[in-house]
């Protein structure tokens, strides 16, 4: 925040996950980029003579709906929304609010959510029923990655990346409480 005068940043920046005791690489940047690359192909056939609106939802999607739509084919526009949920700890607070709403109307357009992981799904759906309700022409889910044996979803996330095992994982956008979205790989947090 801007009135807050304190910083809990350390100097030395992490990039890769090599050399960083705390950190194992999990997904390696060439992999990453080579899934991106292969969706966004998908995804641009999928919506050849249509410009969907794609959704990053904040702060974790940043990273990945940069490189995403630098590789879609098709003419986009973007917009983001932003959710509260984990705050800076692990595991989720089960308990969902909108801290950012979107700028851009939802009626009759097709929307293509992107999200950096999904986890037990509340987040997606919470977007979906909010989307819902503005009446898209279309509405697809985008994930990089996502945790094998979800219970709270009871829709197709269309569009993913990686399906992974329950581990927290950070990097590529992902964070724990705020730290390594700028690792350019996915990576596990051994000592959180
Ligand atoms: P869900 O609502 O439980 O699906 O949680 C989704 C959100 O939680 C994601 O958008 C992330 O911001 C965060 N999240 C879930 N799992 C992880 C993780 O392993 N690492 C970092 N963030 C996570
Ligand atoms: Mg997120």
Redesign the pocket.
């Known amino acids: 925040m801007l009135m807050n005068k304190k910083s809990t940043g350390k100097k030395k920046t992490v990039k890769k996950a090599k050399g960083n005791k705390n950190l194992k690489t999990f997904i390696s940047s060439q992999k990453v980029a080579a899934r991106v690359k292969a969706l966004a192909r998908r995804i641009s056939k999928d919506y050849a003579g249509k410009v969907p609106i794609f959704i990053g ?1 904040l702060n ?1 999607s940043f990273i990945f709906i940069s490189d995403l739509v630098r590789e879609v084919t098709v003419d986009v526009e973007i917009d983001f929304l932003k959710l509260s ?2 705050g800076d700890s692990k595991i ?1 607070s089960g308990e ?1 609010r909108l801290l950012k709403d979107l700028n851009c109307q939802i009626e009759g357009r097709d929307i293509i959510i992107v ?10 759906k919470y977007i979906r029923d909010l989307v819902l309700q503005h009446h898209p022409a279309s509405l697809e889910f985008c994930a990089l990655l996502m945790k094998k044996g979800l219970s709270n979803l009871s829709f197709n996330i269309k569009y993913v990346g990686f399906e992974i095992e329950n581990r ?3 990097g590529y956008g ?3 409480a705020q730290k390594y979205r700028n690792l350019k790989e996915v990576a596990i947090l051994l000592n959180g």
């Open positions: 939802v974790g949920s984990y989720s969902v999200e950096d992981i999904i986890d037990s799904g509340l987040s997606m927290f994982v950070v992902l964070d724990y």
